[in-house]
């Protein structure tokens, strides 16, 4: 018996096509794809039952990534992430108090400063008329 692309070789390809698996499409930088495109050349390296493709292997990485990454990968990818405008649109929709650290920091980026400032009471040359008052006078 042959199996050649005709025979037992392509009836397995074409089952496994037919299963009821959803398929997505993920976005990945121009480094990362490039890793990718590295790694494959290495796992199809010297493999002669068949070839891998790219999507195999990005399904291969994606079933094992949970076991890959720990808490720090996780926190590292956070602060890669991050954004300012959104963290603070989301704390202002909290119930909770926003922070005093972070309300001196706002109001310092508008010059502002934290509380105002007193008010000194007007000077008696603005209450006084133009005229030179005698205090003994008005006693």
């Known amino acids: 018996m042959e199996n050649s692309d005709t025979g037992m070789g392509k009836t397995l390809a074409k089952e496994s096509k037919n299963e009821d698996q959803e398929s997505y499409r ?3 930088s121009k480094e990362a794809n490039a890793i990718l495109e590295e790694v494959l050349a290495k796992v199809n390296s010297g493999f002669v039952g ?4 790219k999507w195999d292997l990005a399904n291969y990485v994606f079933m094992r ?3 890959l990454i720990d ?3 996780i926190k590292n990818m956070q602060a890669d992430c991050f954004d300012d405008r959104e963290a603070l649109w989301k704390l202002s929709k909290n119930e909770h108090e926003i922070p005093a650290a972070l309300k ?3 109001r310092e980026a508008y010059g502002l400063t934290e509380s105002p400032r007193k008010r000194g009471g007007k ?3 603005e209450l006084s008329t133009s005229k030179n008052v005698d205090k003994l006078k008005l006693a």
Do not use: R
């Open 104 to 106: 001196k920091a706002i």
């Open 123 to 125: 000077l008696n040359t």
């Open 65 to 67: 990534l949970k076991d």
């Open 71 to 73: 808490d720090d990968d």
């Open 26 to 28: 993920v976005s990945v």
């Open 50 to 53: 068949g070839k891998v493709q």
